[in-house]
Nanobody
Framework: QVQLVESGGGLVQPGGSLRLSCAAS????????MGWYRQAPGKEREYVAI???????MYADSVKGRFTISRDNARKMVYLEMNSLKPEDTAVYYC?????WGKGTLVTVSS
């Protein structure tokens, strides 16, 4: 059974950086597309970034140029490097693989 556990969230000032991590358990990690999504208070969950098994990446327009998704197949890890953070990036960030979701990690961008 696949499980995803996010970590790395916290409070950061505008313009700051954070690195989120997602630890995956279960088999065949390397062949799956992995993604990061987020849900801000009072809003629906939205796509942030995905990375395919081959390392191809896609980003939402709102984070393009500021966020970087990466993966380490040997360690079954997915990362989201977030730079130039804005208050509107405040949300719970979720790791995703297909129909499996982690419980999320809270990112708060505030001065």
């Amino acid at each position: 059974q696949v499980q995803l556990v996010e970590s790395g969230g916290g409070l950061v000032q505008p313009g700051g950086s954070l690195r989120l991590s997602c630890a995956a358990s279960g088999s065949i990690f390397s062949i799956n597309t992995m993604g990061w999504y987020r849900q801000a208070p009072g809003k629906e969950r939205e796509y942030v970034a995905i990375i395919t098994s081959g390392g191809n990446t896609m980003y939402a327009d709102s984070v393009k140029g500021r966020f970087t998704i990466s993966r380490d197949n040997a360690r079954k890890m997915v990362y989201l490097e977030m730079n130039s953070l804005k208050p509107e990036d405040t949300a719970v960030y979720y790791c995703n693989r297909g129909t499996v979701w982690g419980k999320g990690t809270l990112v708060t961008v505030s001065s």
